[in-house]
């Protein structure tokens, strides 16, 4: 007891450190559980609205499941990254906590205190002297890295994780293992998916250097491989990790990956993070914000001592990297990971070819430059181990405390603003555009607010979700890090069902977006559902006219009235970002660079025209992969037929439609124009060995004019 009590300030220290520099670099507004104003944009908003949702819905089994946030689209709680060890630990005493309530704040703090208690713990594996641990300290808590995660993607901003599983792989006798390396790992999946990957890499180098060296037994190894496996698999079921199937994979490997450069670099998306290094051209492109891993000038400036102390011998340095050569192999694979196929080093860039199977394994982790966070930890651990090792412990003070000075000042161009962003003016509640009195008379009378056409990241998915949170409804108005595909593609099929019949569900609000108005127009029962525009927004409130109890619009709408016109002589392009987007009905895929291709045996373009119309021109592209010489279009214009066609060029396809006097007159009496295209030949390119796209594609159209 009194050992422990002598002990006390000495490992309050760590603490203390951890403490003040989230106050520098923090500030105290983030610590207010019901401010949430710095929570309001990208990121950070469907951490903060996972939990939302997660905290009134029901308990579920797997306890991880959030499915009002979401609705088909199905979905755990680690899919909106809110943390879902801290939502599990809340969720009990949701009915006591206040509305709002977040518990971000809390977690940062939480970040900074462990971070330098395991820093604290990693340098005592080197060093007893007290100045040298805890100015060790402060450098790793002043990791660029981590502190730039931490506005925008909240989770992430647990490094003291990766710092934990180095101290326990590097720590000569680690007693009662299981339970340190299972709790580690635990944490890990139920904070983020990617502290899983890494902390689990070192453990299994760690289990099987263990093996080797005799201090573990096969069966005592295999006991532990096997527990903490099934232990790990446990807390991803219940994190609801399987909850969306096949769309667990993304794509992206090498987009998000490490430049060799990324060291020294002090520039990325969110700014420059130092006063005295410049960015360098190339190094942080388009995705390598993933791979920003800037040591800092003092821990560059430090390192250069190091290498200085390393030329000069005894250090042993070799001889301790000799003693964790499974280890080493770890961080080596990790490294390499991090890199990618795609190797850059500044602009210069280099690509080698993967198998197909390995690249959709690796794009479970396709921000693969994150991967490279236990090297940068080792890595400063090397540096700090060499100053101490070659020099006595006041000069080895001295030069740390130098260091610290120089990284603290230098990358404050980084923190600071870090620190603008979580100490913006509190709030307890976002601006919400949805002020009208229809939106609470709304909630009174809807179980759900659905975004149509469903779509992850679908436009004022914040205001939308923010405001069913807000009043207790389901949304699949989200943004989520994976989505369920097949119940994705359910969902549009079920939405394209409704629209097509007019039918909609009687317990939900529909919000339209462009490409659901097009469809839906046609079909809306205005004797019986409000179809207006409330607050910008294209509102469908099914039954709305046959409610007692509602509130009743004046400023209702003709639905035809919102379809786009088209002027004579127009010419209107499809690719991404063209007004064309617009006109596309059913049966169409997203607008790219070059234009849009149709998905489905049948597809729809509609718009009004201010004057009769009396031929269209349409420029398109057909899909023609080898062995399919042919794409076959039949055109009608609203039901009449007007053009068959073969395709039989990729490009530069012009197909020219004349309008007889009969489609003329339906064009007028029906209010709009409608081009139906039907395909015969559609096809996949996953039928072809082209990809895992399972698309029915046939003509991409590029462009439209009308004569």
């Known amino acids: 007891m009194k050992d422990l009590v002598k002990r006390l300030p000495l490992n309050l220290l760590p603490l203390l450190i951890g403490v003040v520099a989230f106050f520098i670099v923090v500030g105290p507004r983030a610590l207010n559980p019901q401010n949430i104003a710095w929570l309001g944009n990208g990121d950070p908003a469907t951490h903060y609205l996972g939990w939302v949702f997660f905290r009134q819905s029901p308990w579920s089994f797997p306890v991880g499941l959030n499915p009002s946030y979401g609705l088909e689209l199905g979905n755990g709680i680690i899919f909106s990254d809110s943390n879902p060890l801290l939502a599990l630990l809340f969720k009990p005493f949701s009915a006591l906590l206040p509305m709002p309530f977040q518990y971000f704040g809390l977690w940062f703090l939480a970040c900074f205190v462990l971070q330098a208690w395991f820093a604290w713990k990693l340098l005592g594996l080197v060093s007893s002297h007290v100045g040298v641990r805890a100015v060790g300290t402060a450098l790793f808590v002043f990791a660029p890295p981590m502190i730039m995660r931490m506005p925008f993607h909240l989770s992430l901003g647990g490094h003291f994780l990766v710092l934990a599983s180095l101290y326990l792989g590097l720590h000569p006798n680690l007693r009662r293992r299981r339970l340190a390396w299972g709790a580690l790992l635990a944490a890990a999946a139920l904070i983020h998916a990617y502290f899983l990957a890494m902390v689990a890499v070192i453990w299994i180098a760690d289990l099987t250097a263990g093996y080797f060296r005799k201090k573990l037994t096969l069966q005592s190894a295999a006991i532990?491989?096997?527990?903490?496996?099934?232990?790990?698999?446990?807390?991803?079921?219940?994190?609801?990790?399987?909850?969306?199937?096949?769309?667990a994979v993304s794509d992206g490997f090498g987009l998000y990956a490490m430049n060799l450069l990324s060291l020294v670099d002090p520039g990325n998306w969110s700014g420059q993070w130092s006063y005295v290094l410049k960015d360098m051209p190339g190094v942080q492109g388009y995705g390598d914000g993933e791979?920003?891993?800037?040591?800092?000038?003092?821990?560059?400036?430090?390192?250069?001592?190091?290498?200085?102390?390393?030329?000069?011998?005894?250090?042993?340095?070799?001889?301790?990297?000799?003693?964790h050569p499974l280890l080493l192999v770890a961080l080596v694979g990790l490294c390499l990971f991090s890199i990618s196929n795609h190797v850059a080093l500044g602009s210069l860039e280099w690509t080698y070819p993967l198998p197909q199977w390995v690249i959709s394994i690796a794009n479970i982790f396709r921000a693969s430059g994150r991967m490279f966070w236990p090297v940068y930890y080792a890595i400063i651990f090397a540096i700090i181990f060499l100053v101490i090792r070659a020099n006595s412990p006041r000069t080895a003070v001295s030069l740390l405390s130098l260091a610290l000075l120089i990284q603290v000042l230098d990358t404050h161009a980084g923190w600071i603003g870090v620190r603008k962003q979580l100490m913006v003016e509190p709030a307890s509640k976002w601006v919400s555009p949805m002020v009208d009195p229809f939106w609470n008379s709304a909630a009174t009378h809807y179980r759900s607010i659905r975004w149509i056409v469903p779509q992850n990241l679908s436009p004022k998915w914040m205001s939308v979700a923010d405001f069913a949170g807000a009043h207790g409804l389901a949304t699949n108005a989200v943004y989520l890090g994976r989505m369920d595909t097949a119940n994705w593609i359910k969902s549009e099929q079920e939405t394209a069902r409704e629209m097509a019949s007019g039918k909609y569900a009687a317990d939900s609000l529909y919000l339209l977006d462009e490409r659901a108005l097009i469809q839906a127009v046609r079909n809306i029962d205005t004797r019986t559902d409000l179809f207006a525009r409330i607050d910008g927004f294209t509102v469908l409130a099914p039954g709305w006219k046959q409610c007692s109890t509602c509130l009743q619009q004046a400023s209702q709408i003709n639905p035809l009235d919102l379809v786009p016109s088209v002027e004579p002589g127009q010419k209107t392009l499809f690719n991404y970002g063209g007004k064309g987007g617009a006109l596309l009905a059913n049966g169409w895929s997203e607008p790219e660079l070059w234009g849009t291709w149709s998905k489905s045996p049948d597809a729809e373009v509609m718009f009004r025209v201010p004057a009769p119309v009396h031929s269209l021109r349409l420029e398109a592209t057909a899909f023609l992969p080898p062995g399919h010489a042919r794409q076959r279009v039949l055109i009608n214009i609203n039901g009449v037929p007007a053009v068959n066609t073969r395709l039989e060029q990729a490009d530069g396809n012009i197909i020219d439609v004349a309008l007889t006097a009969e489609m003329q007159q339906r064009v007028s009496s029906e209010g709009v124009l409608i081009v139906q295209l039907q395909f015969a030949d559609a096809v996949s390119p996953k039928q072809f060995g082209m990809g895992p796209d399972v698309r029915p594609l046939a003509l991409g159209l590029k462009a439209l004019t009308v004569n």
Request: net charge positive; charged share 5%.
């Open 224 to 247: 532990e491989l096997i527990g903490l496996f099934s232990l790990v698999s446990f807390c991803c079921w219940q994190a609801g990790y399987f909850s969306v199937g096949s769309g």
């Open 291 to 323: 791979g920003f891993l800037y040591l800092g000038l003092g821990l560059i400036t430090l390192g250069i001592c190091a290498l200085m102390g390393l030329l000069q011998g005894q250090t042993g340095f070799a001889r301790r990297l000799g003693q």
